[in-house]
């Protein structure tokens, strides 16, 4: 059973700002659950979405991979079929817990975890790319240029899925999803002091998009047929072909 996320239940100014550091990686599976409105479903449509785009003989990326539940997705996907699925983050300790949970898998070489920043990632014959809530923490000015290289790395006809937190240029509309947010993690657990101090944690850490933006850069940069294909409260996932 995942492990219960307490971290910013004792008051710890230590804890500023927020990092996926060994700390949040034990409890990770059960912080991303509570705190991301749909997010089990975003992982059963990776699978499916993957069964319909993967391209026999290609690549699979899951960008920001943390402990490899979306590479999971990806994994039945692929199943007995030939290709290979690359798995890759920064964050040290996310990839060493995906090493020994997923060991026997590694050593068939079906599957790479890489400890490397999304900068420095060579993106190759891929049909199927997975971006799962992870855009959001990427430096704004380096965003489009990640997801060029995503296209440029990608096949002809492969699927972006791109799943991501965002704001909304309505202040009432912004407020009120902002409120079911908040009810949906205290719903899930949080106290309210919980909730304000991982806030405090993720300003400038998480910066959103609006939905709008994430489609016009989609369009500059090539792909199309972006669509919308799930939306929780502030949460969405667009796939896009290139
Ligand atoms: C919200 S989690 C992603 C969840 C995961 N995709 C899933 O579906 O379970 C964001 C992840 O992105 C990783 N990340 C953030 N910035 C990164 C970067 N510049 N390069 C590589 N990984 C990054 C973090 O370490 C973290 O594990």
Redesign the pocket.
């Known amino acids: 059973m995942a492990k219960r996320d307490n971290i910013f239940k004792a008051s710890n100014s230590n804890d500023l700002p927020f990092s ?1 550091n060994e700390e949040v990686t034990e409890v ?1 599976e059960d912080m ?1 659950d509570r705190s ?1 409105p749909g ?1 089990k479903s ?2 059963k449509l990776i699978e499916n979405l993957g069964k319909n785009y993967y391209q026999n003989n290609s690549s699979c990326y ?9 590479t999971l997705s990806l994994l039945k996907a692929v199943e007995e079929k030939d290709g290979q699925i690359y798995a ?4 040290k300790a ?1 990839i060493s817990n995906c090493n020994s949970k997923f060991k026997n898998l590694t050593d068939s070489n079906k599957l790479d975890f890489i400890n ?4 420095d ?1 060579e993106i190759k014959d891929a049909s199927v790319v ?5 855009l959001q ?2 430096d704004s000015s380096k965003r489009e240029g990640l997801l060029e290289r995503v296209f440029c790395g990608m096949k002809k006809n492969g699927l972006l899925i791109l ?1 991501e937190k965002t704001h909304f240029d309505n202040k009432y509309r912004n407020q009120a999803l902002f409120n079911l947010h908040h009810s949906f993690k205290f719903k899930n657990g949080y106290t309210k002091m919980e909730i304000s101090r991982k806030r405090d944690a993720l300003e400038g850490v998480l910066i959103t998009d609006l939905e709008k933006d994430h489609r016009q850069r989609l369009i500059k940069i090539g792909f199309r047929e972006i669509r919308k294909v799930m939306s929780n409260l502030n949460f969405f996932t667009l796939i896009a072909q290139k």
Do not use: P
């Open positions: 996926f990770f991303i991301v997010y975003s992982l899951d960008l920001g991979c943390s402990l490899g539940a979306s890759v983050d920064n964050s996310m490397q920043d999304l900068e990632v997975v971006i799962n809530f992870v923490f990427i799943s």
